[in-house]
């Protein structure tokens, strides 16, 4: 009865000690400017996809108001501005990426964290894929102008 007893609690010991280093090693801080695992400055990385150069504007507010509905349509279900969801908080992204990663992220997100060392990282980190959402080129720019509306950038 007594070896029972010990068998029974090495085994709890055992799996209880399995559970805290598993959970342990998925844990990852959410993501930020210094978790970068490339040579390539971040502002500087364009991505994979078919933007490969986007000149800024100064901020049209119409654009970012027809970008707040898209992305509260097809993105707000998984992203949230200031905290972690399904996927990273976007607060400050724009000041994070550059727009041409921003826009191929939400263009191409498949081909991104295939090959984008930022994209590779945001995927082991938060562990879901972020899915086409079959938004046109034209419509991720108003979602890059709400984005950087939410930014205070002008």
Not at 51 to 62: D, E, F
Request: proline share 7%; glycine share 6%; net charge positive.
């Amino acid at each position: 009865m007594k070896t029972k007893n010990i068998l029974i609690s090495v085994v709890s010991i055992t799996l209880s000690l399995a559970l805290i280093f598993s959970l342990g090693a998925c844990t990852k801080k959410s993501e930020g400017p210094s978790e970068v695992p490339s040579a390539v400055s971040p502002m500087e990385n364009k991505g994979i996809g078919p933007v490969k150069s986007y000149a800024l504007a100064p901020l049209n507010p119409q654009k970012a108001a027809q970008g707040e509905a898209i992305f509260k349509a097809k993105c707000a279900a998984c992203h949230k501005m200031d905290e972690r969801y399904v996927g990273p908080p976007l607060k400050g992204i724009t000041e994070r990426r550059s727009p041409e990663w921003i826009l191929n992220q939400i263009l191409n997100p498949q081909e991104m964290t295939q090959k984008d060392p930022i994209a590779k990282e945001l995927l082991a980190t938060y562990l879901t894929q972020m899915t086409f959402q079959n938004i046109s080129e034209d419509e991720a720019k108003q979602i890059l102008e709400y984005l950087r509306q939410i930014d205070g950038q002008k």
